[in-house]
DNA sequence: GTTTAATCGAGACGGTACGTCTCGTCTTCCT
DNA sequence: AGGAAGACGAGACGTACCGTCTCGATTAAAC
């Protein structure tokens, strides 16, 4: 899974100096890397501009704010989530959990995203970028995920769309939500045993939405 | 519910001039009403202070910054949360959904919850203090929830306890992660639908941990 | 040369804990050697209280403020000058010279002049004090040296008792303005060789006023 | 009599926006009005950056503290001082006299050159400032008023070059601080009486150093 | 090969909030 | 009543970042 990053709306105008693309990935990588060492709050503008090589200005020139940087930057990690097939449904979900995990113990993930979705509860237009670069991104892993337990025969095909449509946004928000919920509210490790566990309980559930 | 809150090591030094109890509660209250009006990252500790008609000084004297603030004074909002016996285990589990979620549309308490949230990625003492001011007293209303389900003979009684507490924190990330998710990270609506759908889903789930 | 220190008007109620007499020497102690160390800007009303093992209530009991506080710290040490009879009018005057020079090589002395000085600039009630604290007993000085080199038949008796006092403010501002120009404002050492020069400067000045 | 007024080490650096030179007067015309109408105990940082209409930060970015603005600030004043040839050194002196006593007769000059100078006595930094930007000045006044006399013939050349260095601070501190001490110290005016009675004692005392 | 125009770095700018400090007062308990 | 302890309202301190701005110096496409 790959993307552009392109930030701001980029005058295209023909005449005078090109932005250089080696500052954009600079700036990414050093925000990342200040995010990792200081955290959210204590990442600076100016430190990330220092660290990247550049000027303030030229970050500015890309991205309006702190954390519309931050979600970009970001954004890349939850790209590295696949959905190997397993065998299984249960195998599917049981690694889904792991590696969203294992995602959310790097500092400069779990981090960014509270951070970022902190942030977008007063801010309209955060909250529509969160949703493109990272949420719908997610969503596909479960239809993916459905699609090929449907095609194993261990899922039935659901007649009405919408339906389809409610049943697959309800079990990416338990997937997600319990995930991210033990590790960094209830601040708890998510282990073998519980995805196992929270695999189960998720399974036996999906049964009951058929009726 | 209700619970004595005190912040900072307070020197039990009996003598000097005691801390103003009324303060403290001014304090609180104009810290919920700023986060409203201004949200998280507008939030500062002069404005605090100035709506409590207090002098600055006596902010810092009791809390360190405004993390710990904050969560002292969003806790209590989560005291509010309490679970009516509604007559079967379903019926309670929606109420709780229903009643959590509304909790969470208030703008304060989804502000505040999530930047406390992500503050303390990064800050091992508010954590704990998250801990025992939100989670501990939310984790309550599953046990409760249970042992009323066990009373009607809906659940059965868990004979191991270590897999009994195991299997309340699974339930609790659950419910937790998957209202907080639906609202501050999808950011969609809890209604009635959804709060039946996720509750079938449960409760079919609940079975599979028994064996 | 001694007098009681007695700040404020001393409330002359019979009952009640009398002040303790330990205290004030405490206090004015302690002021002086926090001069030493800070200086006037760094020296804070808390620290002397600490110092002195008091309460800084103790303190605004019996002083408004820090100005009046080090006037009456440091005036003591003003106290210390003397006028031993050297056998000359000019033995005498470059006596007085070096001994109140040692006097403002002291820190806590010189220190505390200027800035009680400079304070007074804004303030009626502080300028009063340190005439009668300061000024008016080096003033005794000159009139003393007078007097005696008038008896030695150094110096002519004056007729006119106006012109007397105008002269012997004049020679006093002459003196005492010379040296602590020197050392304060200009930054150079008041040695035996500059003592020298300025008296037989000054005495040949004095010449001049008898006409 | 003009001389730029260059506060803090300036990076000479090429790059980078240069500083404004309108906030630098800005800034000194400021600090003195503040300092006329509250003293120099009230005056504050944020208050000259306000009636400069300027940042808080600009004026950190070129003094360092108080002090050091405030001897830039007043210095200028002190350029005023002028030795217009008055026919004779009787008269030229008395002028000058009379001049410096004018001066400190305008509140902004006695309250910033006491405090600065009771600043100084901690600050050797300062002192040195104080020196070049004040002091140094006057002393040229001096030479200046020697060498018109001497070529009046109203004194003898000096033969040795030290001694003549040596009888120019002295009669430098003679003057400054009789002036300095009789207006601040004594509080009692500089009129045509005094200024008369002093030049008197004075040239009189003058006679003595040829010897 | 100029011109042209947007980029770059550097760093000063007006702001705002921070968290600390000291002030002088007030309140409580203890002697 | 006096004193110590220490909290209180007030407000300045000096620092750190913010996001904007002015610079002179590149840099490439358009002429």
Redesign the pocket.
């Known amino acids: 899974m790959c993307r552009p990053t392109s930030p701001k709306p980029v005058?295209t105008?023909?005449?005078?100096?090109?932005?250089?693309a080696e500052?954009d990935s600079a700036i990414l990588d050093a925000t990342r890397a200040a995010l990792v060492e200081l955290g959210w709050s204590?990442l600076?503008?100016?430190d990330v501009a220092t660290r990247a090589?550049?000027?303030?200005?030229?970050l500015?020139?890309r991205w309006t704010?702190?954390s519309e940087l931050v979600v970009d930057a970001v954004a890349v990690l939850f790209d590295e989530l696949e959905l190997p097939d397993l065998g299984s449904l249960e195998a599917d979900v049981r690694g889904v959990v792991l590696q969203f995990a294992a995602l959310l113990e790097r500092p400069e993930a779990r981090t960014a995203l509270m951070a970022v979705v902190a942030e977008s509860t007063r801010d309209e237009a955060l909250r529509g970028r969160i949703r493109t670069a990272i949420v719908e991104r997610q969503k596909l892993l479960v239809l993916e995920g459905r699609a090929r337990a449907q095609a194993r025969g261990e899922l039935p095909y659901e007649a009405d769309e919408e339906t389809a449509a409610r049943n697959a946004d309800l079990i990416f928000d338990v997937i997600a939500g319990a995930v991210v919920h033990r590790l960094l509210v209830s601040a708890e490790p998510v282990d073998e045993t519980w995805a196992a566990g929270f695999t189960r309980l998720l399974l036996s559930g999906l049964a009951s939405l058929q009726n």
Chains 1, 2, 3, 4 share one sequence.
């Open positions: 005058r105008g023909r005449t005078g100096r090109p932005r250089s500052a204590k600076t503008m100016g090589g550049v000027a303030k200005t030229t500015y020139r704010n702190k």
